[in-house]
């Protein structure tokens, strides 16, 4: 794992220095929202290069829909937000221009209750509406494109010694911004969001207690030890003490606040830790968690959740189905368990089954591509590859950054004997996973292939100048 972490942060550094020596200086001022964006564009691609992203639809769905709940409050935006989850075992979050936003798997690790996560979407969020990264830039006595990427790059990799070479080699190609935002920022950002969460009806208690959990990260920690996240957002122990005052102040409304129902975020973060925990370590958290009396019965039956995930991930489909039903009769009428049953009954081979529970799944909720994607998959694998490519399609228009759709489309056209289009399809999945040379092949064998469809091929000329824009 070490190794495979030095090769991304190794990817991220020499792709940044490459942009870094091909771009044009800007004397000192303010970035236009036009470069913010173009500062975004360039950066996720070499994000999804450098690490993996937990963008399965269910979870990407999540943090989106949840971060659009901020955006409704927040009032109107430059800037088209999206919201990403990394997956990196540092506690770790960070706001880029132009609306990106991306959080580590090992933040949502540390959290327990979904206001906690609100309160640090708003708080990113508040940060870009606030102009904070864009005004830091101003600092700068020279300020480029290429310069600005190698600093977030920093941001991105977290504590150690490549970050503070990549920041180092920003500063010294006369980057001088300083991305470390101030008191006066955090302060800005923490009460923006204070008042975002009363807006949405949310307590925010989940403020306080995320920011209790960066105060005793941060007293525990020492040294270079200490988390990107309290390095980049200092100041927890003041930062804490400002948001209880306020929380003293309105204590009786507060205390009138509706309780969140923390069931979405629970799925979604046993769904993210199933994923990238090892199952020895994850089934001792587990247990050890179950052993506590001072659980809910709800946090029980969720850690009952992670546990049929862990079960699922390690083939033992019969225990995973008895704890998964259990989680469904505590929770009926919540759809999204009956595609987590689907795809058990699916690893279990029983396609009858699995497929009379995504059918469920998607008809109750049309717009929930996780459904549709294990739909598509559940019919592949019956050998309807028609309907497979149906699903699958509904996906790519729905979420067309996915880049896992674009593969499995890629083998149903590979199957039809339809090489062009195949290729089209796998150029885009290495497209949507960072990987532009392999892109940029894909897409000239789908050009010279005679049975590419036309469209395709028009299509493939405009990806072709979004591959050129990323190199410029």
């Known amino acids: 794992m070490k190794r495979k972490s030095f090769l991304h942060v190794t990817f991220v550094f020499f792709l ?11 004397q000192s001022r303010a970035f236009t929202v036009g470069e913010e964006r173009e500062i975004g564009e360039k950066l996720l691609y070499q994000i999804r290069l450098a690490f993996p992203l937990l963008d399965d639809p269910d979870l990407y769905q999540y943090i989106n829909e949840l971060g659009g709940e901020v955006l409704e409050v927040a009032g109107v935006q430059y800037f088209d937000y999206r919201f990403n989850i990394i997956n990196s075992s540092q506690f770790n979050a960070f706001a880029a221009p132009s609306g990106l936003v991306f959080f580590y798997s090992g933040l949502i690790e540390k959290m327990d209750h979904e206001d906690e996560l609100v309160s640090v979407l708003a708080h990113e969020i508040g940060h870009v509406v606030s102009r904070h990264i864009a005004k830091g830039m101003e600092q700068g006595s020279k300020i480029t494109i290429a310069t600005t990427l190698l600093a977030i790059a920093g941001l991105a990799i977290g504590a150690g ?10 500063m010294a190609a006369g980057q001088t911004a300083n991305l470390h935002f101030s008191r006066q920022n955090e302060e800005e950002a923490d009460r923006i969001a204070y008042g975002w969460m009363k807006k949405m009806g949310r307590n925010p208690v989940g403020e306080e207690e995320m920011l209790q959990e960066m105060r005793r990260i941060n007293r525990y920690t020492m040294g270079n030890n200490v988390p990107q996240y309290l390095l980049t957002h200092p100041y927890p122990d003041e930062r804490l003490d400002y948001i209880q005052s306020l929380i003293a102040y309105e204590h009786d409304e507060l205390q009138g606040m509706k309780k ?17 925990k090892d199952g020895k370590t994850l089934r001792n958290y587990y247990q050890s968690r179950l052993a506590s009396t001072q659980l809910s019965e709800s946090d029980k039956v969720m850690l009952h959740y992670g546990l049929s995930q862990l079960d699922r991930m390690e083939n033992n489909f019969e225990s995973s189905r008895k704890l998964l039903e259990e989680v469904i009769d505590y929770y009926p009428g919540r759809s999204i368990l009956l595609v987590d049953l689907g795809i058990v009954e699916m690893g279990a081979g029983n396609l009858e089954k699995a497929l009379e529970l995504l059918n469920s799944a998607y008809d109750q909720n049309r717009n929930d591509m ?23 399609m509904e996906v790519q228009g729905n979420m067309p950054d996915y880049s896992k759709v674009y593969f499995e489309l890629g083998k149903l056209k590979a199957a039809d004997g339809e090489q062009g289009n195949s290729a089209y399809y ?21 050009l010279a292939a ?23």
């Open 260 to 276: 969140t129902d923390d069931f979405a975020f629970l799925r979604m973060k046993y769904r993210v830790l199933s994923l990238v």
């Open 426 to 446: 796998l150029g885009k999945y290495n497209l949507y996973e960072g990987r532009l040379k392999l892109a940029q092949h894909n897409f000239k064998t789908a």
């Open 16 to 26: 940044v220095l490459s942009l870094l020596q091909a771009t044009c200086v800007v």
């Open 370 to 392: 996780w459904a549709a994607f294990q739909l598509a998959r559940a019919w592949e694998l019956s050998g309807d590859r028609k309907k497979a490519e149906r699903y699958f």
């Open 450 to 472: 005679s049975d590419t469809d036309q469209k395709l091929k028009d299509d493939i000329k405009e990806l072709r100048a979004l591959i050129k824009r990323l190199k410029d």
């Open 161 to 170: 010694a490549l970050s503070n070479a990549l920041f180092t080699g920003a």
